[in-house]
């Protein structure tokens, strides 16, 4: 079984920036795609940012451009989020996960089988 494995998360002041880890291991070959959502508290959770493994093609939620990066290093079947500038309405579990979909960006949690456990991130004012 693929599992994904979050890291990173914490508290940091508004105006910091944080870098999220997300190791794959098991079958990763069943993964196109890793993508990041969050979840604030009494929200659902939301789409952040999405990276193919091959080819790198990445596609953000509009109101993160600028602000958030995603990457991966394939050798370490690891994505990262790279988040700037952060703001107190950032403050949400993270969780990363994977993607088998191959004919269409996949933003919508339906379209992910594997999930981390979650790492929080806290923005403080």
């Known amino acids: 079984q693929v599992q994904l494995v979050e890291s990173g998360g914490g508290l940091v002041q508004a105006g910091g920036s944080l870098r999220l880890s997300c190791a794959a291991s098991?079958?990763?070959?069943?993964?196109?795609?890793m993508g990041w959502f969050r979840q604030a508290p009494g929200k659902e959770r939301d789409f952040v940012a999405v990276?193919?493994?091959?080819?790198?093609?990445?596609y953000y939620a509009d109101s993160l451009k600028g602000r958030f990066t995603i990457s991966r290093d394939n050798a370490k079947n690891t994505v990262y989020l790279q988040m700037n500038s952060l703001k107190p309405e950032d403050t949400a579990v993270y969780y990363c996960?994977?993607?088998?979909?191959?004919?269409?960006?996949?933003?919508?949690?339906?379209?992910?089988?594997?999930w981390g456990q979650g790492t929080q991130v806290t923005v403080s004012s």
């Open positions: 996960a994977g993607s088998p979909v191959t004919s269409y960006r996949p933003i919508f949690e339906h379209d992910y089988d594997y």
């Open positions: 098991g079958p990763t070959f069943r993964i196109v795609a």
């Open positions: 990276i193919r493994w091959t080819g790198g093609n990445t």
